[in-house]
């Protein structure tokens, strides 16, 4: 059984076009976040969610939306899509937000634009 | 803000040499973690680090964390193949959002 899952895996788009990425997981896990890796492989926070609550927001173009209909999961819509938003897009959760525990992946979605 | 810098960036080795990275931040950390990321793949958990001055060892792996928990290091012994990809060390301060600030990672090639 997937422990954190994203969809979709691989996403090609035009520029200017809006699009989302879902991500959930049966980790019963209270903490989400969602981390872009750029082409250098540079891992960076964007969100996290604690139980549905926001508590990290970091300077991201008000472009990039999250979601978080539920504990399980954490969806991230981007409008009027760049070039430079090309990257991977990491989903991971974590038991909770005390930053002391273990962080699980997802495979990650493959973001091109073009 | 905080930072952790990590190098190398990358490091080639012979299959049965050793490899080392090193990781640095510019506060006091709580806790640093370690992430191994295959190629194609994501990031997955290694190990934890809380106490000045701990070493943990995993097999031909082990990892240090500083006295002062501002540093750390993670030292492969006689690499092999199934080694390679990217090291991330992760720092953690203590707070209530889970915020991991990660190091740029060192990549490892091993050729056979």
């Known amino acids: 059984d997937t422990a954190v899952s994203q969809t979709p895996k691989y996403l090609v788009t035009q520029m200017g076009n809006d699009k989302s990425i879902k991500c959930e997981q049966n980790l019963g896990h209270d903490t989400m976040y969602w981390y872009k890796q750029d082409s250098k492989k540079f891992l960076k926070i964007m969100f996290s969610y604690n139980n549905k609550e926001l508590i990290i927001n970091e300077t991201v173009p008000n472009r990039f939306s999250p979601k978080s209909p539920d504990k399980a999961h954490l969806n991230l819509h981007i409008n009027s899509l760049e070039l430079g938003d090309s990257a991977v897009y990491f989903c991971a959760s974590s038991q909770d937000s005390r930053g002391l525990e273990t962080q699980y992946f997802g495979p990650g979605t493959r973001l091109l634009v073009l | 803000g905080q930072q952790v810098m990590q190098i190398p960036q990358y490091q080639h080795v012979q299959e049965g040499e050793d490899f080392t990275t090193y990781c640095n931040s510019s506060t006091t950390l709580s806790n640093i973690q370690w992430y191994k990321q295959r190629p194609g793949g994501h990031p997955v958990f290694l190990i934890q680090?809380?106490?000045?001055?701990e070493v943990k060892k995993q097999k031909r792996l082990t990892f240090q964390f500083g006295e002062a928990k501002k540093n750390s290091s993670l030292h492969i012994t006689a690499t092999q193949t199934t080694d390679v990809g990217t090291y991330f060390c992760a720092g953690g301060r203590s707070s209530n959002t889970g915020k991991l600030i990660f190091g740029q990672g060192t990549t490892l090639q091993v050729k056979p």
């Open positions: 680090l809380v106490k000045s001055g």
